[in-house]
């Protein structure tokens, strides 16, 4: 069974400085997608940035990006020139790429973040 | 252009009565996905539909949980007979086709608290 990992609970970043957020996950598929979702206090997720795990390049979504390590099962999410905004809980989510898994995503427990002023 | 919308935002029962969620799904959508989130937890997935039809149940309860997307109408989860521990957010997504790896719209939740 797939399983996805968020090792830090809780981060903090004063604001436009970069901060990066950790997610690791466990598969035995070749090809997958990974996603980052972001939850702010209104509780509405809201897609940040995904990636296809047959594309080599890293994504990237104005200020936001990710480091894709695909031997290592590493899926990182950078934000720079962090916004007050961006202050909210952070999810990394995996999905298998055949249509029985389709919509079956399997998130982390997430990672707070908080943007200082 | 109306998002997923869900109601009621904020659902309480007594331990025994029954919970309905409704969800919305956005303007063209068909396919419609509802996860349940506990506290300091991530989303868990619970059941995918399309119009009339459940296509993927893995995620469900096998007692007391039920979901149905009919004909016309919003989506509806229902929860018979509810304990402590069914007290959660239950979030709604959905999406406009089969491709993969597509977007999901979510909802903003139903948060249920069982007394």
């Known amino acids: 069974a797939q399983t996805v990992t968020q090792s830090q609970p809780e981060m903090s970043v004063q604001e436009a400085e970069t901060v990066t957020l950790s997610c690791t996950y466990d598969t035995s598929e070749n090809n997958y997608y990974l996603f980052w979702y972001k939850q702010p206090p209104s509780r509405q997720m809201i897609l940040v940035i995904r990636?296809?795990?047959?594309?080599?390049q890293n994504a990237t979504e104005n200020r936001f990006s990710v480091n894709f390590q695909k031997a290592a099962k590493s899926f990182s999410l950078k934000i720079s020139d962090s916004q007050l905004g961006d202050t909210a809980m952070y999810f990394c989510a995996f999905m298998k790429p055949d249509r029985g898994s389709q919509g079956n995503l399997i998130f982390g427990k997430g990672t707070k973040l908080s943007v200082k002023p | 252009n109306a998002g997923v919308m869900q109601n009621p935002r904020h659902l309480v029962r007594r331990r025994g009565q029954e919970a309905r969620l409704r969800c919305s799904p956005m303007?063209?959508?068909?396919?419609v996905y509802w996860y349940r989130q506990l506290p300091e937890e991530g989303l868990k997935f619970m059941v995918y539909?399309?119009?009339?039809?459940?296509?993927?149940e893995s995620g469900m309860p096998k007692e007391r949980f039920s979901a149905e997307f009919p004909k016309e109408g919003p989506s509806i989860l229902r929860i018979q007979q509810v304990v402590r521990g069914d007290s959660a957010a239950y979030f709604c997504?959905?999406?406009?086709?089969?491709?993969?790896?597509?977007?999901?719209?979510f909802g903003s939740g139903t948060q249920l608290s069982v007394l």
């Open positions: 990636q296809e795990a047959y594309k080599q």
């Open positions: 303007k063209g959508h068909s396919h």
């Open positions: 539909l399309q119009k009339e039809n459940i296509i993927d």
């Open positions: 997504a959905s999406s406009p086709s089969t491709v993969l790896n597509e977007k999901l719209f």
